[in-house]
């Protein structure tokens, strides 16, 4: 079972962005979704999570700009990233509470980092 990321890339300030993950393998359940971000030079800080049941919770660096979504039959979650900033750039990091198929207890996987690169 593993996170696979996918999107990001270079944009100009002002601009849009999206960066998607997916819980891949013989899963069985996943719980709270979530991204995280490493600014370069900085810690990696987390930018938006969401519940199973869709409730979402924003950085307030991000409210009002990014939004996160899941698709639950996917098992997988999407950040819309507009009105970027510079300072939203660094490694985007998907992070995860899942249950493997057979497993018994719940295990907190990351993903492989991608990333968002907002020129001034």
């Known amino acids: 079972v593993q996170l696979q990321a996918s999107g990001g890339g270079l944009v100009q300030a002002g601009g849009s962005l999206n960066v998607s993950c997916a819980a891949v393998g013989s899963v069985l359940a996943v719980n709270t979704m979530t991204w995280y971000r490493r600014p370069p030079g900085k810690q990696r800080g987390l930018v938006a999570t969401?519940?199973?049941?869709?409730?979402?919770a924003y950085a307030e660096s991000v409210k009002g700009r990014f939004t996160i979504f899941r698709d639950n039959a996917k098992n997988s979650v999407t950040l819309l990233m507009d009105t970027l900033k510079p300072e939203d750039t660094g490694v985007y990091y998907c992070?995860?509470?899942?249950?493997?198929?057979?497993?018994?207890?719940?295990?907190?996987?990351w993903g492989k980092g991608t990333q968002v690169t907002v020129s001034s």
């Open positions: 992070n995860s509470n899942l249950r493997r198929s057979g497993g018994s207890v719940w295990e907190n996987v």
């Open positions: 969401i519940t199973h049941d869709g409730q979402p």
